[in-house]
């Protein structure tokens, strides 16, 4: 029986969120946890998906793309099949998913489980897609997730290593070999993209002659960041991060939690820490040389509702066949 494996990553925001929002450059990076989304044939007329960490499921008819059965969850799926659908036919199939990485928590979720799923589905079907076209695919399902995504998620989960985000447009940066880890630091406080970007744009319009030299500091993090990116200098890296951290704060984003975990970090070692994504609530971002990297998660381990332990992935969306 034929079976099609493709996974993709998750991401983090290294450097540049929110000052993003108003049109400066951000950083991101992919991060070896991966969404696997493993296609089998079966005997069945339906295609079914269910994803094992969540129960979700869903069931469609796969002539019209109906959906049969759902509990709300994993329609933008539909959106996916019926791209697919355009160049090739919809064959019935069982769909397993399987994540390494957390839902909702800032690395991407979503966009990897697009990514992965357009990756096996359309080689299930017998479609060769290019990866630019299964990032834009990707890009498809995203907009029913999230609105109006940057298109960070999926290109990223899609080609791995770091892309610059700058007004609309991507650029891959070239990394030299970094062989240092992440540790991922969930605070538990619920966090909301939407409620944080709107806290500090509106900061920004009481404060701009002042916000706007925060927000040309942050610019000049990233233009640093990318040469020190380029040379593997994670010394610099780390204190990157420091730096931007701080203007975060100062954009109000940060609280007593993630304070605590960005502190508890670089007290235990860490080359540097951050906030990545949002803030207010959600996760902070610590850089870790490999002889310290467990002093700091076990420093960490204590007060982070979760812990990731990852490293840069230089591969992308990667589809095996059985
Ligand atoms: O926490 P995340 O991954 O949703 O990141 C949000 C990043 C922001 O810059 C705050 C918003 C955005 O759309 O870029």
């Known amino acids: 029986m034929r079976v099609i494996r493709a996974s993709?990553?998750?991401?983090?925001?290294?450097?540049?969120?929110?000052?993003?929002?108003?049109?400066?450059?951000?950083?991101?990076?992919?991060?070896?946890?991966?969404?696997?989304?493993?296609?089998?044939?079966?005997?069945?007329?339906?295609?079914?998906?269910?994803?094992?960490?969540?129960?979700?499921?869903?069931?469609?008819?796969?002539?019209?793309?109906?959906?049969?059965?759902?509990?709300?969850?994993?329609?933008?799926?539909?959106?996916?099949?019926?791209?697919?659908?355009?160049?090739?036919?919809?064959?019935p199939a069982y769909i397993e998913i399987t994540s390494e990485i957390p839902v909702a928590a800032g690395l991407g979720s979503s966009a990897s489980l697009a990514v992965a799923f357009t990756a096996a589905y359309s080689k299930y079907i017998g479609l060769e897609l290019s990866r630019e076209e299964i990032s834009r695919i990707a890009f498809e399902a995203e907009k029913i997730v999230h609105g109006k995504p940057s298109g960070i998620d999926n290109t990223i989960a899609t080609f791995g290593g770091a892309i610059l985000y700058e007004k609309g447009s991507f650029t891959r940066l070239r990394v030299g070999e970094i062989k240092d880890y992440f540790i991922i630091a969930d605070t538990g406080v619920p966090r909301s993209t939407r409620k944080a970007v709107l806290q500090v744009l509106n900061l920004y319009e009481k404060y701009p002659e002042v916000l706007k030299h925060v927000y040309?500091?942050?610019?000049?993090?990233?233009?640093?960041?990318?040469?020190?990116?380029?040379?593997?200098?994670?010394?610099?890296?780390?204190?990157?991060?420091?730096?931007?951290?701080?203007?975060?704060?100062?954009?109000?984003?940060?609280?007593?939690?993630?304070?605590?975990?960005?502190?508890?970090?670089?007290?235990?070692?860490?080359?540097?820490?951050?906030?990545?994504?949002?803030?207010?609530?959600?996760?902070?971002?610590?850089?870790?040389?490999?002889?310290?990297?467990?002093?700091?998660?076990?420093?960490?381990?204590?007060?982070?509702?979760?812990?990731?332990?990852?490293?840069?992935?230089?591969?992308g969306v990667r589809i095996e066949e059985k």
């Open 216 to 315: 040309n500091a942050a610019e000049k993090i990233v233009r640093e960041a990318e040469k020190a990116l380029e040379r593997a200098d994670t010394v610099k890296i780390g204190e990157l991060m420091n730096i931007n951290h701080g203007l975060l704060s100062a954009i109000g984003v940060s609280g007593l939690e993630l304070e605590q975990l960005v502190h508890i970090a670089r007290r235990s070692g860490a080359l540097g820490s951050k906030i990545t994504g949002a803030g207010i609530g959600g996760s902070i971002i610590a850089l870790a040389s490999r002889d310290k990297v467990d002093r700091v998660y076990d420093a960490l381990r204590r007060h982070a509702k979760r812990l990731i332990k990852a490293s840069i992935d230089w591969e």
């Open 8 to 91: 993709a990553p998750g991401k983090i925001i290294l450097f540049g969120e929110h000052f993003v929002v108003k049109g400066k450059p951000a950083i991101a990076v992919a991060l070896s946890p991966r969404i696997h989304v493993l296609v089998r044939e079966w005997d069945n007329d339906k295609l079914m998906v269910m994803s094992r960490d969540t129960g979700y499921r869903i069931v469609f008819e796969p002539d019209s793309l109906e959906v049969i059965e759902s509990n709300g969850e994993l329609l933008q799926l539909k959106k996916i099949l019926e791209e697919l659908k355009n160049k090739k036919t919809i064959k």
